[in-house]
Structures are given as C-alpha cells and as structure tokens.
C-alpha cells in the first residue's frame, strides 16, 4: 500500500540542532543573556526586539557574513543545521565555534554511546556518555494530527531513539483464518479486526492500579460479547451500579449494553442487536487470495489464503479464479506445450467454455472442457 507521508517535526534538542561550540566572542559584558543575540530560545518572544527565534537559536537571517556583523557581536551567516527547517531553507548567524574535539568511540563504554553537550548558544562545550537504552529528548506522541486512516509512525535515529513522527497508512497485520466456524471478531483502537475462536474461558485481565482514573472517578470492566472482560473504563465514583445480568441476559445473537444517566451511572441494561466491526480487506501476498468468514452474529472478517488451483501438465499449477490451462497438440511428432493464460475481463463473472472460446478468438479451433471445480482446459490440436 502506498500514501503520502508527511513528517511531523517537534522540537528537537538543542544538541541536533546547532553543532558548534564555546563561541570565541561573547554578546554582551555580563549578566542576564535571556533573549539575546544567539542564545537558546524556544520561540520568538523570548528574544530580544529585532530577533527571530531561527533553529533554536535568537539571531537573524542573513546573506553574508556583514549581516551578522551588523548586530554587534560576530558570528558567521551559515545554513541552518539540516534538522532545522524555520528559516525555510535559508542562511542565518550562528555563533562561530571552537567546538571540544570529539573523543571518539572509545570515550565510552561498550553499552554507551558519546553525545555532545551543548552551551547556551548551541556549541558544544564538551562530550558525555550515555546508555545504549536511554534516549534524551524524544520527541512526544503527536495526537489529532494524522488523517482518517493514518497514524504516527516514528522516524528513529540509528540508536533507536525516536526523533520525529511522520503520518502513514494503518496497516493491519495479516492474520490467518482461526480453525473454527464460528469465530469471535472484534476491533482494536486503530481500527483493525481480528477473530480467534470461542473458549470456555476468559482471558485474565489485570485490574487497573489506583492511578488508572482521575480523581472522582473509579474503573469499572467493559466486556465482549462472550461477557468476558476486555478492560477497563473510568466512571464517576459516587455511582451506584446496577449490576451486570451476566451473558443470559439476552438472547444468543444478542449483547447487552449498560444504561447509564447524566452522571454516567448504570441505571438499568439493555439487549442490542450485534454491532458489527467495519471490515478490513486485506492485501493478500502474491499466491493469495482475500476470503471473508462471517460468524454467528452476521459479523464479517476476511483472511488471506492461499489460491485455489488446478494443475496444467505435470509440472504447472494454474490460478482457478484467474487462469485457464491451455494446451498445444503438434502437428508432427513432438511435446505437447501447456501454458497458464489470463481467463479475459469480460469472463470474469462466466467462467464458462462459451464464453472463453468466444473472447480468445478460439472459436471452434479449441477444445473446452470444465471440471467440477470449475477449473478449465482449452486444446488446440494443430494439423
């Protein structure tokens, strides 16, 4: 499946941002340096009047190194850092840095990688070493911001930290049909359907810890149709529930629904007919073909499986739903030639001899013949 990506670009630290170090010029004679000429800032308020906050950074942009000069403490008109795009694409000053050497791969140990420490303005002051399993400064799970079936997928750096999300298709992973005819089919959070076969018992389920739900509020279990619980809800603590009538309550292809007031309390239960989960068609792998199973309660779910086929000769195997096998008699004494060929578009809903002798252009030169699969063989018998 192919879709569009967009990137979705937090804040990154500072040590991604800017790779320099101790500047050989100060910007002012002491004191508080909040919001002036490059120094760290996260947003453009913070700095001074006639600054921009440009990459992580108070400074200007810029098309030479005078530009720079103008604002009275140095710097150099440089390309922003390529994780940096605010300046959209341009140049801009940047501290000029005589940055603390790096220490190489033996500055730490074998579990631990080497990171520099950046200063107030973006240059590296020195170097650190951090555990293989620690990231500094993930970027945070974006929400509500990925289209109607898209989701945040990571884009991670080659320690596996994470430094931005971009959006993507949701793809559900492929599952095989559950060996039952009757399977149980629900939906995750993402949208994604999944079936596995009935048990006699339920799935343990931890219960919630004590800061599962905010204050005023309690869990209470939320179950499947099976009455077996699936997690866990957060609802108002003063509420006097009524309690739940257990899967008898309602009849086999039914399931109960709880009645709840203003408040949210269980008031009484209901029965409702199955709501059944939107389907996913998966995209089956070459070989395979999409089959829907429906249960019980008219729920649909579809599974890949492998292809029908038949066999053509002796060492070919044609697609049933697809293919006809086609087979080539000589005129003189040789091997006889067969061949897997497209059954044609407009047989697609009539797999008959009729109509594929009729769409070949085979005509009365062919000999048809179907099985009782509905597998079909066309001869040609040369003079």
Known sequence: MKATLRLLLPALPMLL???????SRSNNDGGDTTGQYLTACEQSDDCASGLDCLCGLCTVTCDANDACDAEGDGGACQPGPASCDSQGGGSICRA?????PDPG?????????RLPVPDAHGCIAEWACEDMNTCTGQAPV???VCGAGEEPLPVMDAQGCILSFRCGPIECPDQARPPCDDPVITTDERGCTFAECPTDSCPQIAAPGPDFCPAGQRPTPTEDERGCIVGFTCIDASCEDVADPGPSFCGDEQGREPVLDDAGCV????????????PVIPVCADGQVAVAVQNSAGC?????EAAPSFACGDALSCDLATQYCFVEHPGQPGPIGYACQAIPAACADDHSCECLLTNTGLGNAGDCSASDTGALQVSVYYP
């Open 96 to 100: 000029v840095c005589d940055d603390a």
């Open 267 to 278: 008031v009484d239960w209901m029965c409702v007919d199955p709501i059944c989960p939107e």
């Open 142 to 144: 974006p929400t509500e």
């Open 300 to 304: 649909t779910s579809w599974f890949c």
């Open 17 to 23: 941002l800017v790779a320099c170090t101790s500047p």
């Open 105 to 113: 791969p033996t500055f730490c140990g074998d579990e631990q990688r």
